[in-house]
């Protein structure tokens, strides 16, 4: 981790008006994939966590700031209450950059995730084979899987890729 980033973070967490914009010019300025090469700590981020959702629930938080705030806490690997609806909404966007990250996040802690199939279901047909064998994987990793995780994998049944099958046929599909 950056001492840089560890200062944007501690900005855009910070609740103060100015800082949140300064810090969500640099995040938008970063090149792709830099939380990748230099992820932030998942302490940080869980020490960070209330204000990120008091800013997911604000109503006047700079435009942008949802999608940072669904992506950090899903590069921290955070599954704790309050998360379920940041991913939920990220999913919808299919244009979302991280989708194999939330996804990724909803298989390592399904407990989390009960009855998210609803936002599921539209990404078993994605372009991105990525996303489809994820959501294959995540909804593979289910207990208690709904109608529209059980349509989902109807769906990626009918998928060529190789991966996705694995996947598939351990949903039992």
């Not at 970063?30 to 604000?58: C, I, M, Q, T, Y």
């Not at 700079?62 to 705030?69: D, E, K, N, S, Y």
């Not at 279901?121 to 959501?135: I, M, N, T």
């Not at 994998?153 to 046929?169: E, G, H, N, Q």
Request: some cysteine; hydrophobic content about 45%.
């Amino acid at each position: 981790m950056l001492a840089a980033d560890k200062k944007v973070f501690l900005d855009f967490t910070s609740g103060d008006s100015e800082k949140i914009k300064t810090a969500l010019a640099h995040l938008e300025a970063l090149p792709l994939g830099h939380f990748e090469d230099h992820p932030l700590s998942r302490k940080l981020v869980l020490s960070g966590f209330d204000a990120l959702v008091a800013l997911w629930n604000s109503d006047v938080a700079p435009v942008g700031c949802r999608r940072w705030i669904a992506q950090l806490v899903a590069d921290a690997r955070i599954a704790a209450t309050g998360v379920k609806p940041i991913v939920q909404q990220a999913l919808g966007d299919r244009s979302c950059s991280y989708l194999p990250t939330l996804l990724y996040l909803i298989g390592s802690n399904p407990e989390s995730f009960e009855g998210i199939g609803e936002s599921l279901l539209p990404l078993a047909s994605h372009p991105d084979r990525e996303v489809r064998w994820r959501v294959a994987w995540a909804i593979s990793k289910m207990k208690q899987r709904d109608s529209h995780m059980m349509q989902a994998i109807k769906i990626l049944a009918r998928d060529p890729d190789s991966t996705t099958k694995v996947y598939v046929r351990e949903c039992g599909a």
